[in-house]
């Protein structure tokens, strides 16, 4: 069946530090990928998607690149801030099977001023 | 104007009750979902409907049940309820047209006393 797997957090940086999550994928058929953002105490946010191969989503300075050699799809930010705090899933969705998102664990972000 | 709303947004509730979590979207998509996130912010889904359909079922206790009106809501029941549920609950929405471009509701955070 479809997973996804994130490295483990929390990820504690310094503002201005250069942010990756990593975030690595098994899927039947050919998905389409996406990392979304919760802050604190609020609902789920679309960060940015990919739906093919070596497409780069990008949104507020995050981007991410869909790897489909690696089965990868790594988020970065050249220069975290402290507002980028929260915490951030990869997930994955197919045409075939389940069609939902298929969501990681969730990788905490923890920025310090 | 809110696109997906749910109602309501916390809820504490003593174990063996029943309750019901209401959702409504207002962007003319044709398939809804409810999602369950645990205390370890781990996101799966529960169940999803199309046109009134329901699609998908995962392996959830029969004392969830999902009811849908009609094609903008999508409302979750559940009876007797136990000291494992309390999580957050997330409602979403998608169209056919653009299956990977998927709202999600604030979500409802459902404490069980």
């Known amino acids: 069946g479809d997973s996804v797997t994130q490295m483990e957090g929390p990820v504690t940086l310094s503002e201005e530090a250069f942010l990756t999550i990593n975030c690595t994928y098994t899927?039947?058929?050919?998905?389409?990928l996406f990392w979304y953002v919760q802050y604190p105490g609020e609902g789920l946010q679309l960060l940015l998607k990919?739906?093919?191969?070596?497409d780069k989503g990008s949104n507020k300075g995050f981007e991410a690149t869909y790897r489909k050699e690696t089965t990868s799809f790594h988020l970065e930010k050249g220069s975290v801030q402290v507002s980028d705090s929260a915490v951030y899933f990869c997930?994955?969705?197919?045409?075939?099977?389940?069609?939902?998102?298929?969501f990681g664990s969730g990788t905490r972000l923890q920025v310090q001023p | 104007d809110t696109a997906v709303s749910q109602t309501p947004k916390y809820l504490v509730t003593q174990m063996g009750n029943d309750k019901s979590i209401k959702c409504e979207q207002n962007?003319?998509?044709?398939?809804m979902y409810w999602y369950k996130q645990d205390s370890k912010k781990f996101l799966k889904i529960m169940f999803s409907?199309?046109?009134?359909?329901?699609?998908i079922n995962e392996t959830v206790p029969n004392r969830f049940s999902p009811k849908s009106p009609d094609k903008a809501h999508l409302n979750l029941h559940i009876n007797s309820l136990e000291l494992g549920d309390s999580a957050v609950y997330f409602c979403?929405?998608?169209?056919?047209?653009?299956?990977?471009?998927?709202?999600f509701g604030e979500g409802s955070w459902l404490t069980v006393v």
């Open positions: 409907y199309n046109n009134k359909e329901l699609i």
């Open positions: 899927a039947t058929g050919y998905p389409s």
């Open positions: 990919a739906t093919k191969a070596d």
């Open positions: 962007l003319g998509h044709d398939t």
């Open positions: 997930a994955l969705r197919t045409d075939t099977g389940r069609r939902a998102l298929t």
């Open positions: 979403a929405s998608s169209h056919r047209r653009d299956r990977n471009t998927i709202y």
